[in-house]
């Protein structure tokens, strides 16, 4: 991640091509379409969005209908919900094992289980919903992060090529970190440890978040606990 300093004057042009990354406007005065499934990424032609489809895009595009909105805070009902199953000594109702804090992942309806537990479910078609009340099971994490890292990825690159500045991002392009944030936190509660690792990156330099050392800490502590290498070399 850039550590790019502010500057004054008029806010820096953000969209460029997710493939090619050529800028939208210059001399030709070239107009970029988002993709028609997701919306978070834009291309300046069929040809580049068929290349960065064929790349990767393909199992990172989600729908808009199909995300799960989530919170980004430091006090969230989901680590909440997950720290008193633990503490109560309750057990996953899948397995019924034991729940910790280490192993607990919070669905939306708030009922905890086993990250495991949760991860064998998503292999059933028959099974996508929460087995005590029923409720469908938000996209697993795994796929939350691609999308998170996408949409970060995109505003870091534009950052790294002097097109935007961390300190100084515009509108537009701090709603697509703030969504970004808010989807890595999803997954990072579902256990996603790449999510978790993420998250304490982004908090630890303070790249289109305010920086915070302690939930950093917290993050790569959780990530470190899953035996995430990257994250226990950050602790260390």
């Given at each position: 991640?850039?550590?790019e300093?502010?500057?004054?004057?008029?806010?820096?042009?953000?969209?460029?091509c997710?493939?090619?990354?050529?800028?939208e406007?210059?001399?030709?005065?070239?107009?970029?379409?988002?993709?028609?499934?997701?919306?978070?990424?834009?291309?300046?032609?069929?040809?580049?969005?068929?290349?960065?489809?064929?790349?990767?895009?393909?199992q990172?595009?989600?729908?808009?209908?199909?995300?799960?909105?989530?919170?980004?805070?430091?006090n969230?009902?989901?680590d909440?919900?997950?720290?008193?199953?633990?503490?109560?000594g309750?057990?996953?109702?899948?397995?019924?094992?034991?729940?910790?804090?280490?192993?607990?992942?919070?669905?939306?309806?708030?009922?905890?289980?086993?990250?495991?537990?949760v991860?064998?479910?998503?292999?059933?078609?028959?099974?996508?919903?929460?087995?005590?009340?029923?409720?469908?099971?938000?996209?697993?994490?795994?796929?939350?992060n691609?999308?998170?890292?996408?949409?970060?990825?995109?505003?870091?690159?534009?950052?790294?090529?002097?097109?935007?500045?961390?300190?100084?991002?515009p509108?537009e392009?701090?709603?697509?970190?703030?969504?970004?944030i808010?989807?890595?936190q999803?997954?990072?509660?579902?256990?996603s440890?790449?999510?978790?690792h993420?998250l304490?990156?982004?908090?630890?330099?303070?790249?289109?978040?305010?920086q915070?050392?302690?939930?950093?800490?917290r993050?790569?502590?959780?990530?470190?606990?899953?035996?995430?290498?990257?994250?226990?070399?950050?602790?260390?």
């Open positions: 991640m850039a550590d300093k502010g500057k004054k004057g008029s806010a820096p042009n953000t969209k460029a997710s493939n090619c990354l050529t800028p406007g210059g001399e030709f005065s070239l107009k970029l379409s988002a993709c028609v499934r997701c919306g978070t990424v834009v291309y300046c032609s069929k040809e580049c969005q068929r290349a960065h489809w064929k790349a990767g895009h393909k990172r595009c989600i729908a808009k209908a199909d995300r799960i909105p989530a919170s980004y805070g430091t969230n009902s989901c909440k919900a997950a720290s008193v199953a633990a503490a109560t309750e057990e996953c109702s899948i397995c019924l094992g034991s729940l910790a804090n280490a192993s607990a992942t919070t669905l939306q309806c708030t009922h905890v289980f086993h990250f495991e537990c991860a064998e479910l998503r292999k059933f078609g028959v099974k996508q919903a929460c087995p005590l009340c029923r409720t469908p099971l938000a996209p697993g994490p795994e796929k939350l691609d999308e998170a890292s996408l949409r970060y990825m995109i505003i870091d690159r534009m950052v790294t090529r002097g097109l935007a500045s961390w300190s100084t991002l509108p392009a701090q709603s697509e970190v703030d969504a970004a808010s989807i890595w999803a997954a990072a509660e579902q256990g440890a790449m999510a978790q993420n304490g990156c982004v908090l630890q330099e303070g790249c289109g978040a305010p915070s050392e302690a939930e950093a800490v993050w790569f502590r959780k990530a470190a606990e899953q035996g995430f290498s990257k994250s226990q070399f950050k602790l260390g």
